[in-house]
């Protein structure tokens, strides 16, 4: 949601803000604007739509002279997508400018309050409520302003801001929103995210909720709340700038739907050693996880289907109740959450506002979290008693690929550990599991090799405008995600059933030529399923199934069409299913011309409630 860079340094500030934007475009926005600072002045350009607009409009930044600016691109939330309320803004003497990810939650109040002391405004916003605010408290130290407006805000904000009378100076700070801090040789940068950054720097500083930093081309000096000084360490960004880029692919999503093997390699190998589960440093020692009566995961999108999936095999392997929950209603729910409760929480920038909530709420009562995340230094995983890191390298595609195959991998991870503690487990079975761990990677090849026949099925069916999932078991976990895929990137009408309930109210949508697609996998469970679809074909459905090549004979006389994939561990199989379900999803939405990496009314990180 939203993207921030920031510079000061020898170069021009707004071609090098310009490409730092175009690395975010995967967040989603409406609008995008720059303001840099030339001859002792604050001059500003924005405009509604793509960061393409902007850079015609200022001919790619040459029409911005100066060496220090900060630029954004908007989804907005205050206010509808229009040049006013684009961002960056300027205060109303026209001083200081802020661009801002986030919510000030308690903007009508502080609104009413400036306006009350002769400001006016000029947009819907909630930022230029900040940059107001920022305005009336400062009295030549913008430090000491930026502290106490702060102090005033509520809500969560990543704020990188400029004044009139500071031309080489940024100023950044942060809460609840990520913000980083990049260390060049005579410039430095900050962003929202590392991948603007990557072309210039990969030593950041992390900067952590209420800290405040003050950026020169030559320093860069953070300070807390109090506005004492203080050392951090910066962290090296160690992944590969191609990551960021398309490789000569057309989109990303399908770039990073062919990483998946490598992803899934990388979260998996270093944890895997002589044939046991080792899990980084986390602290979860024998003791405490004899003492867990309950565990939660808490995720939302496609890291709560993670989560789905997950309970179905935790309790599996460790017999243990485990409920998956999704973050926006955690909190809400009264959860039964005490120190004998692991909470798991996944987030893939581990920046998802209702999921930080929930953790804290979690920890207030008494709980351990773990989290699974794929950002270093992330508020989530800063704030968790343990952290698993998924090392799937950058995603841009707003909807998510590799990311939800990683943190799958690391859900099984997570299980064979606590199934070995509690021994609950034999050695013979816990063998053959991570037996199949080290053959993922070399199967999720095996199926991507065969994607010309998943292209073929989406030429087929890309024009239906209703599509049912059904599966039971971990298959209707992974029916979840196949249809949230679809519908993400396609914009066709798509939910997700447990097999076994349609005959309690759903059978009723079903309808001649609606297609529904049959997850059946899970051969345990394989003719019941197949019942369920000689149900819905009987009135009129039209079948695509997607199975084992053990079990192809149970399925293949009831479906018009079928996608196989190769047998492995039951526990395992939503890894090598999901990614069929990702190139169907990216086929289809090819064929009908959506936009696919960026699609409609979606943001990448959702940073506000």
């Given at each position: 949601?939203?993207?921030?860079?920031?510079?000061?340094?020898?170069?021009?500030?707004?071609?090098?803000?310009?490409?730092?934007?175009?690395?975010?475009?995967?967040?989603?926005?409406?609008?995008?604007?720059?303001?840099?600072?030339?001859?002792?002045?604050?001059?500003?350009?924005?405009?509604?739509?793509?960061?393409?607009?902007?850079?015609?409009?200022?001919?790619?930044?040459?029409?911005?002279?100066?060496?220090?600016?900060?630029?954004?691109?908007?989804?907005?939330?205050?206010?509808?997508?229009?040049?006013?309320n684009a961002h960056p803004h300027v205060s109303s003497g026209g001083k200081i400018a802020c661009v801002h990810n986030g919510i000030i939650?308690?903007?009508?109040?502080?609104?009413?309050?400036?306006?009350?002391?002769?400001?006016?405004?000029?947009?819907?916003?909630?930022?230029?409520?900040?940059?107001?605010?920022?305005?009336?408290?400062?009295?030549?130290?913008?430090?000491?302003?930026?502290?106490?407006?702060?102090?005033r805000m509520e809500g969560s904000y990543a704020l990188g801001i400029m004044c009139e009378d500071f031309p080489d100076l940024l100023i950044a700070t942060r809460k609840e929103s990520p913000l980083i801090l990049g260390i060049g040789e005579g410039e430095n940068f900050l962003a929202s995210?590392?991948?603007?950054?990557?072309?210039?720097?990969?030593?950041?500083?992390?900067?952590?909720?209420?800290?405040?930093?003050?950026?020169?081309?030559?320093?860069?000096?953070?300070?807390?709340?109090?506005?004492?000084?203080?050392?951090?360490?910066?962290?090296?960004?160690?992944?590969?700038?191609?990551?960021?880029?398309?490789?000569?692919?057309?989109?990303?999503?399908f770039k990073e739907i062919m990483e998946q093997p490598e992803a899934v390699r990388k979260a998996l190998s270093p944890r895997l050693q002589d044939g046991r589960v080792v899990l980084d440093n986390i602290q979860l020692d024998p003791a405490y996880i004899k003492s867990l009566k309950r565990i939660y995961i808490v995720g939302c999108g496609s890291a709560y289907h993670v989560g789905v999936v997950a309970k179905y095999n935790i309790e599996?392997?460790?017999?243990?109740?485990?409920?998956?929950?999704?973050?926006?209603?955690?909190?809400?729910?009264?959860?039964?959450?005490?120190?004998?409760?692991?909470?798991?929480?996944?987030?893939?920038?581990?920046?998802?506002?209702?999921?930080i909530e929930a953790m804290r709420e979690a920890k207030r009562l008494g709980a351990r979290v773990l989290?699974?995340?794929?950002?270093?230094?992330?508020?989530?995983?800063?704030?968790?008693?343990?952290?698993?890191?998924?090392?799937?390298?950058?995603?841009?595609?707003?909807?998510?690929?590799?990311?939800?195959?990683?943190?799958?991998?690391?859900?099984?991870?997570?299980?064979?550990?606590?199934?070995?503690?509690?021994?609950?487990?034999?050695?013979?079975?816990?063998?053959?599991?991570?037996?199949?761990?080290?053959?993922l990677p070399a199967k999720l090849e095996e199926i991507l090799k065969n994607k010309e026949h998943i292209q073929y099925l989406a030429s087929i069916y890309f024009n239906k405008e209703d599509i049912f999932f059904i599966g039971r078991n971990i298959d209707y976990a992974l029916t979840l995600e196949a249809s949230l895929k679809l519908k993400e990137i396609s914009y066709i009408h798509s939910d997700a059933y447990a097999a076994g309930e349609l005959k309690h109210g759903t059978i009723s949508l079903i309808e001649e030529g609606t297609l529904v697609i049959a997850m059946a996998s899970y051969i345990k469970?394989?003719?019941?399923t197949v019942s369920?679809?000689?149900?819905?074909?009987?009135?009129?459905?039209?079948?695509?199934?997607?199975?084992?090549?053990?079990?192809?004979?149970?399925?293949?006389?009831?479906?018009?069409?079928?996608?196989?994939?190769?047998?492995?561990?039951?526990?395992?199989?939503?890894?090598?299913?999901?990614?069929?379900?990702?190139?169907?999803a990216y086929y289809v939405a090819l064929m009908r011309g959506c936009s696919i990496d960026k699609p409609r009314n979606l943001a990448k990180s959702v940073t506000v409630e």
């Open positions: 949601m939203c993207g921030i860079v920031g510079y000061t340094g020898k170069q021009e500030a707004a071609p090098i803000m310009l490409e730092g934007l175009k690395r975010l475009e995967y967040r989603g926005y409406d609008s995008a604007g720059v303001v840099v600072s030339f001859e002792g002045k604050l001059h500003l350009s924005k405009a509604k739509g793509y960061v393409d607009d902007l850079s015609k409009k200022i001919d790619g930044g040459r029409l911005m002279k100066g060496k220090t600016g900060i630029g954004h691109t908007r989804w907005a939330t205050h206010g509808k997508p229009s040049d006013e939650e308690n903007y009508v109040k502080l609104r009413e309050m400036l306006i009350s002391k002769g400001i006016e405004f000029k947009s819907e916003t909630d930022t230029e409520v900040a940059v107001n605010l920022i305005q009336y408290y400062y009295k030549g130290d913008i430090l000491k302003a930026v502290s106490q407006a702060a102090l995210d590392v991948t603007a950054v990557l072309k210039y720097t990969r030593d950041v500083y992390y900067l952590a909720d209420d800290e405040i930093a003050m950026v020169t081309p030559d320093s860069i000096k953070i300070f807390n709340c109090e506005l004492e000084e203080i050392s951090k360490e910066p962290s090296y960004i160690d992944w590969d700038i191609s990551a960021a880029e398309k490789g000569g692919y057309e989109h990303f999503m599996k392997l460790v017999r243990i109740p485990v409920e998956a929950v999704l973050a926006s209603e955690f909190r809400y729910s009264s959860p039964l959450v005490d120190s004998k409760t692991l909470v798991i929480c996944i987030s893939q920038s581990g920046s998802t506002a209702d999921t989290s699974i995340v794929n950002v270093v230094g992330s508020t989530i995983a800063n704030e968790s008693d343990d952290v698993l890191y998924t090392w799937a390298g950058p995603e841009i595609a707003v909807a998510t690929t590799k990311a939800y195959s990683t943190q799958l991998a690391v859900t099984y991870l997570i299980a064979l550990y606590l199934a070995d503690v509690l021994g609950t487990i034999t050695p013979e079975a816990y063998t053959d599991l991570v037996g199949g761990l080290l053959t469970l394989v003719d019941k369920n679809i000689v149900e819905v074909k009987s009135r009129g459905a039209e079948i695509l199934a997607l199975t084992t090549e053990g079990g192809a004979s149970h399925v293949a006389h009831a479906s018009d069409n079928m996608i196989l994939i190769p047998d492995i561990h039951e526990v395992l199989l939503p890894s090598l299913a999901v990614v069929p379900m990702q190139l169907f």
